[in-house]
């Protein structure tokens, strides 16, 4: 399959999932299955099908930063890469509003999270942990 239209679905799929998120106080049953499962899991397949079909050429690893540039010069590796940020930074995000709905945290707290975390990750796991930090604190307080 051509690369780059593997990208285009990969990052649709990927938009699909970030979308239930945020429709998820609506639909949480909904949203645990598609955002927190079915995507990522139709992610992990590719991407485990990327890296069987098209095994490392040898060149790269991950002992030092020059090895992974090294690795990810090569487009199969990149996109392998790319389709493991958007399944983990889905489950991330689908842990987010799990976690916040079990908590009680209502959803205004949570919805500035999901866009850090599709953008960048890990800035979007602290923001949410940083909010719970907040929420004990204050119930500590009264």
Same mark, same amino acid.
């Given at each position: 399959?051509?690369?780059?239209?593997?990208?285009?679905?990969?990052?649709?799929?990927?938009?699909?999932?970030?979308?239930?998120?945020?429709?998820?106080?609506?639909?949480?049953?909904?949203?645990?299955?598609?955002?927190?499962?079915?995507?990522?899991?139709?992610?992990?397949?590719?991407?485990?099908?990327?890296?069987?079909?098209?095994?490392?050429?040898?060149?790269?690893?991950?002992?030092?930063?020059?090895?992974?540039?090294?690795?990810?010069? &090569?487009? &199969?590796?990149?996109?392998?890469?790319?389709?493991?940020?958007?399944?983990?930074?889905?489950?991330?995000?689908?842990?987010?509003?799990?976690?916040?709905?079990?908590?009680?945290?209502?959803?205004?707290?949570?919805?500035?999270?999901?866009?850090?975390?599709?953008?960048?990750?890990?800035?979007?796991?602290?923001?949410?942990?940083?909010?719970?930090?907040?929420?004990?604190?204050?119930?500590?307080?009264?």
């Amino acid at each position: 399959m051509n690369l780059e239209i593997l990208f285009s679905m990969a990052g649709i799929l990927s938009m699909v999932g970030w979308v239930v998120l945020l429709a998820s106080p609506l639909i949480p049953d909904w949203s645990d299955r598609i955002s927190g499962y079915i995507i990522p899991l139709m992610l992990s397949l590719a991407y485990v099908a990327l890296i069987t079909l098209y095994p490392s050429d040898g060149r790269g690893g991950f002992g030092s930063l020059s090895d992974v540039i090294a690795l990810f010069s &090569n487009p &199969n590796a990149m996109m392998a890469g790319w389709i493991h940020y958007l399944a983990f930074d889905l489950l991330i995000g689908a842990w987010i509003c799990r976690t916040a709905r079990r908590d009680g945290v209502r959803f205004w707290f949570v919805a500035p999270c999901l866009p850090l975390t599709f953008l960048f990750g890990p800035a979007g796991f602290v923001a949410f942990s940083l909010v719970g930090i907040w929420r004990k604190a204050a119930a500590s307080q009264t």
